[in-house]
């Protein structure tokens, strides 16, 4: 609740089907009042100023003006907490990272065919209490692309390609799609292998993992069962599995595991990095960014006593200041930074290290 009042919310979809199914999931949830719905951005528009909600759910595809055009609308003139609701076509997933880049807080797939608003409503419930805990941030700036075909992508599996001795552990969550854009733009070609946990739903990994490697010098895939690490190569963890860092013969081996839910999330931060604290121990640096919540806390500091080196995001520059400030308290953090700084952090890091 803000305020100790309920967290209101406005939910625009062109669908009356969806709109019905998004107001009886969050109408289910304690501390969150539906103040109203928009079957198009016109209409939302007025709503927003006729009932002040404080997180908006917002549809991608609509008629008269598309989500994406809309939310860069509001984010410029009226900045305010958003979810975005998308379809799971290819082009929608895009559309969604998309949108997390200019600055919505959360993505949820739209329902469809026999969704069970049961189902719906705890995942949109936590999503709505993350947005609006928020900071509404600018659109991170558009990076240049690097085409693919100019970098070398070698096949993981072949015995020329040398694993990384060092590796790089990113934890991230609410704000942590334009978080990791900036940091991993940041960083030059022929850094050790990164791993990376981003609390996003199935389906949109592969599309935000596509979409950075389109914006990184670095090569980033969505990570694979039986991957090695590779230098200047950045794996994503699937939506809805958990990344793991195994040691293996000359470096490093991923595997991917469904188990349960590890601080309400699959992935888990914390899953991965109490696995790089094993199997890489000081030859690994650990950075956790913006999120809500405590997932990622205990992972650092598990990864800080097994000797490698910690970063944190600090509290000005997160769009929620939650996983960060508990490692912190934790006392799981050598270096806490800004998001500009962390990336010349982590290169300083490993230049000690060696």
Do not use: W
């Amino acid at each position: 609740m803000m305020n100790d009042r309920p967290i209101r919310v406005l939910v625009v979809d062109d669908s009356a089907i969806v709109r019905k199914i998004l107001v009886e999931a969050l109408s289910k949830e304690r501390g969150i009042e539906v103040v109203g719905t928009a079957s198009d951005p016109y209409f939302a528009r007025d709503k927003i100023v006729a009932l002040r909600p404080d997180v908006l759910t917002l549809d991608i595809e609509m008629p008269r003006m598309d989500g994406l055009t809309f939310l860069k609308k509001l984010m410029q003139y009226h900045p305010m907490p958003v979810i975005v609701v998308s379809s799971l076509a290819q082009s929608s997933c895009a559309a969604a990272v998309e949108a997390l880049r200019l600055g919505a807080a959360e993505v949820v797939a739209k329902p469809s065919g026999p969704y069970s608003v049961g189902e719906l409503s705890e995942t949109l419930a936590g999503k709505v209490r993350a947005a609006a805990a928020s900071r509404p941030v600018k659109a991170a700036p558009e990076p240049p692309t690097f085409p693919a075909v100019a970098r070398k992508q070698p096949n993981s599996s072949h015995v020329g390609c040398h694993a990384s001795s060092s590796m790089v552990a990113i934890g991230a969550s609410t704000g942590g799609v334009s978080a990791l854009q900036e940091v991993l733009t940041a960083l030059p070609e022929g850094m050790p292998g990164i791993v990376v946990t981003q609390h996003i739903p199935a389906d949109f990994s592969l599309a935000f993992a596509n979409r950075l490697n389109q914006v990184c010098r670095l090569t980033v895939k969505e990570a694979e069962d039986g991957d090695s690490v590779l230098p200047g190569h950045v794996y994503i963890a699937p939506g809805n599995r958990h990344l793991i860092v195994q040691k293996s013969s000359g470096g490093y081996r991923l595997a991917l595991k469904d188990g349960p839910q590890v601080c309400y999330q699959r992935p888990s931060v914390d899953v991965l990095f109490h696995s790089v604290a094993q199997a890489a121990g000081a030859k690994a640096v650990g950075v956790l960014l913006t999120g809500m919540g405590a997932d990622g806390a205990d992972g650092l500091l598990a990864m800080k006593r097994a000797g490698a080196r910690t970063i944190a995001q600090d509290e000005a520059s997160c769009v929620v200041f939650g996983m960060p400030k508990e490692a912190i308290l934790r006392g799981a953090v050598d270096e806490i930074k800004s998001l500009s700084e962390i990336g010349r952090t982590i290169q300083s890091c490993l230049t000690v290290k060696q």
